[in-house]
């Protein structure tokens, strides 16, 4: 370990093991370190006997669960946008020869108490109850407009520039209810509050288009995309990356302490008296809390059952979106529910997640609406942790901290953290930016889908039914 290293890698998350493989790939000399025995640090993926033993102590799982062997249980469970960055920065890596990947069956929005299945094709569109006939007719036109909208051809705008014009403006343009306006930020553009309407629409019409393209790659009813056997096999495939281009792995290693030069600026970590020197440290905010600031809680509810989520059409996965508004939160909460279609349960039996950010004294009684709509619950564990930013100058220190994982069901703002902190390690702007772009009409080529085919997708589902929603 008295080596000296370009970067050392502290904590196996998949940001972390991310960020480890991509310089690798650069050819630097990366060590990757982790106080754990086990990959995957807080987005870990514990089978039931891990799971007790984390939550429950001495405790033993209950037998009509079934083998422990068989479960997956995401820490942070989250979907993959089928055209997102995640995906891209997979293709990009080659890291899908290590995972195979499954459709998500359906994804659902409340609203007024119910659960409505966000269309996936024409046909639900036009039968959808979450619009009526003449709202249809306006979202039509803006769904058109986001279709058609490319920032370099002027023609697109419609007299609107975008990066100026608020998101709440560009609806009023269309003259979207509040209903369909809550549907589209929250459902499609995936905002986890309403602090997008007086952002640049710029940002909520990209995402409209990201979730279009994502439900055009594959077959299933939603946009989302999730590996066999959970999440726990993303952080292990990087790491491999990390190990093919020469990067050093080191686990159950204990203290990780950051050493500093009189300047303040890394110099190593050292770990059971020895010293790795390097001038640059990645971690996450466990290893540096001396140079994080907490910035709010998360709380989920992990809950097992031996039924699919009422009101799904019996889906084996799924997501449900609960708007901010329609609980009178300031932020979203989201399900999550996943079973053995994707193998990470016994046969008949599923997995449900209700995630959110604290806003109360009382964070388990918040997750009363999201634990509602599951039905009967066989049982329950609630866990509970604090969210951090960094807080120090990575260009004065050398530390590149990574943010803790927020409550949504999606990697999007996961990867941006990643991508941005790749950039500032490097300085290679370029990479950041064309991960965003690359393979955009290939995706689907070049990732292993279980069953994947080409579908239709949502913005087609509106613009295209010009005879249906006008007649």
């Not at 419609?158 to 560009?170: A, H, I, P, W």
């Not at 979207?176 to 986890?192: E, K, Q, W, Y």
């Amino acid at each position: 370990m008295d080596e000296e290293y370009d970067v050392i890698v502290l904590g196996t998350g998949l940001k972390e093991c991310i960020l480890s493989g991509l310089l690798s790939v650069d050819r630097l000399k990366v060590l990757h370190m982790d106080r754990n025995d086990y990959y995957g640090g807080a987005a870990a993926s514990l089978n039931l006997n891990q799971l007790w033993q984390k939550f429950k102590g001495g405790e033993k799982p209950p037998a009509f669960l079934g083998s422990s062997k068989e479960y997956n249980v995401d820490m942070v469970p989250k979907f993959m946008m089928a055209n997102g960055a995640l995906v891209r920065v997979l293709i990009h890596t080659d890291v899908t020869k290590y995972l195979l990947f499954k459709a998500v069956d359906g994804s659902y929005v409340y609203k007024q108490g119910k659960v409505y299945k966000v269309p996936a094709n024409d046909v639900e569109a036009l039968k959808s109850p979450l619009m009526g006939l003449f709202e249809k007719r306006r979202a039509r036109k803006f769904f058109i407009f986001v279709q058609n909208y490319e920032e370099e051809d002027a023609k697109t705008h419609e007299g609107m520039n975008l990066r100026t014009v608020t998101t709440k403006e560009l609806f009023d343009k269309f003259g979207l209810d509040v209903n369909t306006i809550d549907f589209v930020g929250h459902s499609l553009a995936l905002h986890r509050d309403d602090r997008f309407l007086s952002e640049p629409a710029y940002d909520t019409v990209k995402r409209v288009k990201l979730y279009a393209e994502s439900m055009a790659r594959f077959q299933g009813g939603s946009p989302y995309i999730y590996p066999l056997y959970g999440l726990g096999e993303l952080p292990q495939g990087f790491a491999r990356l990390s190990a093919v281009y020469g990067g050093t792995y080191m686990l159950a290693k204990p203290e990780c302490k950051v050493e500093f030069d009189e300047m303040g600026q890394v110099r190593g970590v050292t770990s059971e008296g020895e010293t790795a020197k390097a001038k640059k440290v990645v971690c996450d905010p466990s290893y540096l809390p001396n140079k994080v600031k907490k910035v709010g809680k998360v709380v989920r509810a992990i809950c097992f059952m031996s039924h699919p989520i009422p009101n799904t059409s019996d889906s084996d996965s799924v997501q449900i979106i609960l708007p901010q508004k329609q609980l009178g939160r300031r932020s979203d909460m989201y399900v999550f529910c996943c079973s053995h279609s994707h193998n990470v349960a016994p046969k008949g039996k599923y997995i449900a997640f209700v995630s959110a950010e604290v806003e109360t004294e009382n964070p388990e009684a918040e997750l009363e609406p999201g634990l509602a709509l599951l039905g009967h619950v066989d049982e329950k564990i609630i866990d509970m942790y604090d969210m951090y930013e960094p807080v120090n100058d990575s260009s004065l220190d050398n530390c590149f901290i990574s943010k803790s994982y927020d409550p949504t069901t999606h990697f999007e703002t996961t990867v941006q953290d990643v991508l941005s902190m790749y950039t500032k390690i490097t300085g290679k702007v370029s990479l950041f930016l064309g991960f965003l772009h690359i393979l955009k009409h290939d995706v689907g080529h070049n990732l292993k889908v279980a069953g994947s085919a080409a579908q239709g997708h949502l913005i087609r589902c509106f613009a295209n039914q010009q005879m249906l929603f006008s007649s």
